[in-house]
């Protein structure tokens, strides 16, 4: 992962959308992304060798502002960022023994946190996949360990009625001869590259959905120059459209060029757009500053504030992808748990406001987020609160309103005319909980 600037991307989202003619052939049915639109809340897991590194190499622990390049917590970039042999760093397959892992309780930890998709990188950029490959030797089942990890989490998604999808790093490879590298070492030559990608990366791609039958598939790149073309860009795409109808594909695999025949835009690390976007989209989130299990950072954001972002993007339109980096056992770390936990507490009363609903396209006062929803013939508007407050004003008409609780207790909130608009009296009671405030009105027609 790596963070990049909310408005290039946006930018070039946009240009994206202008210039590139959409390709029949490569496009899905847009219908075949709702499940997404509704879904709102995902998982993301971080896991593989460097979790075996903690974030620390001999005597040197990210961030490490003596190296060049090793001022950064992402513990998943540790081989090149402390500048590990690629010989030495592989040799932590040797060892790989997380003995711990255990499928159904990660996906039963999403599914109670209220999360109803789940992500794991298949392959990030070290080159070590957590599948039995027949296309490559540095894989889970060469290790100690022995087990398919993709297969064991893929039966557990089903089990617990969860969507799965798997990151995959197409074009930065660090094990396999030609697989792309960081900017700051030499390019590839563009012939050693495509010998990469002809020989692992598209058949890779290839082995996750024919064996595995993904919902999406994640990629990844960034404003960098990258060997992925136009041409190598639809290749990839066509691939996954040749060998599945229904699974997702996300706007990094081309930052540069995404085109227009991607199926939901992915916001770079922790970015949250200040606007509403028109295709499906993402935020991919960290509780902490790494994505990859990092034993020395202590930066956790508490459950509140994760659920801020949660609602901010549904009142946009979009979906928050939240991340963990399991430990080299494999279990969860435990303020990770304790924090799924609290957000899947909250998600008990206040789910309705979260999974199917719409942006409300008005602008809201700071901390005030709005979505609704239509059920059976009635409408319904969500006021989110971020931040304590006595009142809110909205510039609906007071008549549209036709009543209106808190959503976890049903306590009547009492509401008049303001003005060209209506608003809305909080109690201060209500803020004796500091997590994020639902409320639920009726109103007599979609806003």
Same mark, same amino acid.
């Given at each position: 992962?790596?963070?990049?600037?909310?408005?290039?991307?946006?930018?070039?989202?946009?240009?994206?959308?202008?210039?590139?003619?959409?390709?029949?052939?490569?496009?899905?049915?847009?219908?075949?992304?709702?499940?997404?639109?509704?879904?709102?809340?995902?998982?993301?897991?971080?896991?593989?060798?460097?979790?075996?590194?903690?974030?620390?190499?001999?005597?040197?622990?990210?961030?490490?502002?003596?190296?060049?390049?090793?001022?950064?917590?992402?513990?998943?970039?540790?081989?090149?960022?402390?500048?590990?042999?690629?010989?030495?760093?592989?040799?932590?397959?040797?060892?790989?023994?997380?003995?711990?892992?255990?499928?159904?309780?990660?996906?039963?930890?999403?599914?109670?946190?209220?999360?109803?998709?789940?992500?794991?990188?298949?392959?990030?950029?070290?080159?070590?996949a957590l599948w039995d490959t027949k296309v490559s030797d540095f894989k889970v089942t060469n290790t100690p360990f022995k087990r398919d990890i993709l297969a064991e989490l893929v039966a557990a998604c089903k089990k617990y009625g969860i969507k799965?999808?798997?990151?995959?790093?197409?074009?930065?490879?660090?094990?396999?001869?030609?697989?792309?590298?960081?900017?700051?070492?030499?390019?590839?030559?563009?012939?050693?590259?495509?010998?990469?990608?002809?020989?692992?990366?598209?058949?890779?791609?290839?082995?996750?959905?024919?064996?595995?039958d993904p919902d999406l598939l994640w990629f990844d790149t960034w404003d960098w120059p990258t060997h992925i073309t136009d041409k190598r860009r639809d290749e990839l795409i066509a691939l996954v459209r040749e060998n599945s109808s229904k699974c997702l594909i996300n706007g990094r695999i081309s930052y540069l060029n995404p085109g227009d025949n991607i199926d939901f835009l992915e916001m770079h690390d922790n970015q949250y757009p200040e606007?509403?976007?028109?295709?499906?989209?993402?935020?991919?989130?960290?509780? /902490?500053?790494?994505?990859?299990?990092?034993?020395?950072?202590?930066?956790?954001?508490?459950?509140?504030?994760?659920?801020?972002?949660?609602?901010?993007? /549904?009142?946009?339109?979009?979906?928050?992808?939240?991340?963990?980096?399991?430990?080299?056992?494999?279990?969860?770390?435990?303020?990770?748990?304790?924090?799924?936990?609290?957000?899947?507490?909250?998600?008990?009363?206040?789910?309705?406001?979260?999974?199917?609903?719409?942006?409300?396209?008005?602008?809201?006062?700071?901390?005030?987020?709005?979505?609704?929803?239509?059920?059976?013939?009635?409408?319904?508007?969500?006021?989110?609160?971020?931040?304590?407050?006595?009142?809110?004003?909205?510039?609906?008409?007071?008549?549209?309103?036709?009543?209106?609780? /808190?959503?976890?207790?049903?306590?009547?909130?009492?509401?008049?005319?303001?003005?060209?608009?209506?608003?809305?009296?909080?109690?201060?009671?209500?803020?004796?909980?500091?997590?994020?405030?639902?409320?639920?009105?009726?109103?007599?027609?979609?806003?």
């Amino acid at each position: 992962m790596m963070r990049r600037s909310l408005s290039i991307i946006i930018g070039l989202c946009i240009c994206a959308n202008l210039t590139f003619a959409q390709n029949k052939s490569l496009s899905l049915d847009p219908q075949k992304a709702e499940w997404f639109k509704d879904a709102k809340f995902g998982m993301f897991i971080h896991w593989g060798l460097y979790s075996m590194l903690e974030g620390s190499y001999k005597n040197r622990t990210l961030p490490d502002s003596t190296l060049e390049n090793g001022n950064t917590w992402y513990a998943e970039w540790i081989q090149m960022r402390l500048e590990i042999p690629g010989s030495e760093y592989q040799k932590l397959a040797q060892t790989f023994n997380p003995v711990d892992f255990d499928a159904d309780a990660w996906i039963a930890e999403a599914k109670n946190a209220g999360m109803r998709y789940f992500v794991i990188t298949s392959k990030h950029h070290d080159g070590f996949a957590l599948w039995d490959t027949k296309v490559s030797d540095f894989k889970v089942t060469n290790t100690p360990f022995k087990r398919d990890i993709l297969a064991e989490l893929v039966a557990a998604c089903k089990k617990y009625g969860i969507k799965y999808g798997f990151y995959y790093s197409h074009w930065q490879d660090w094990e396999y001869p030609g697989g792309g590298m960081p900017n700051w070492m030499t390019m590839i030559p563009d012939d050693q590259f495509e010998k990469y990608w002809q020989e692992k990366s598209l058949p890779q791609v290839k082995e996750l959905l024919v064996n595995f039958d993904p919902d999406l598939l994640w990629f990844d790149t960034w404003d960098w120059p990258t060997h992925i073309t136009d041409k190598r860009r639809d290749e990839l795409i066509a691939l996954v459209r040749e060998n599945s109808s229904k699974c997702l594909i996300n706007g990094r695999i081309s930052y540069l060029n995404p085109g227009d025949n991607i199926d939901f835009l992915e916001m770079h690390d922790n970015q949250y757009p200040e606007k509403m976007l028109d295709k499906p989209w993402q935020t991919p989130a960290t509780m /902490v500053h790494s994505w990859g299990w990092h034993a020395k950072d202590y930066a956790w954001k508490p459950a509140s504030e994760m659920l801020g972002y949660l609602v901010n993007n /549904v009142s946009k339109g979009g979906n928050y992808l939240l991340n963990i980096g399991p430990k080299p056992d494999g279990t969860f770390p435990k303020a990770a748990t304790r924090r799924l936990r609290e957000m899947g507490a909250w998600m008990i009363p206040n789910q309705e406001s979260i999974y199917g609903t719409k942006p409300v396209k008005v602008e809201t006062p700071t901390g005030v987020y709005l979505a609704q929803k239509s059920e059976n013939n009635k409408h319904y508007l969500y006021i989110s609160l971020t931040n304590a407050t006595g009142k809110v004003d909205l510039p609906f008409d007071v008549l549209t309103i036709k009543n209106c609780v /808190v959503l976890e207790s049903d306590m009547p909130i009492s509401f008049s005319k303001v003005n060209n608009g209506v608003t809305f009296d909080i109690p201060q009671s209500l803020f004796k909980d500091c997590s994020v405030q639902v409320l639920k009105a009726e109103i007599t027609k979609e806003l």
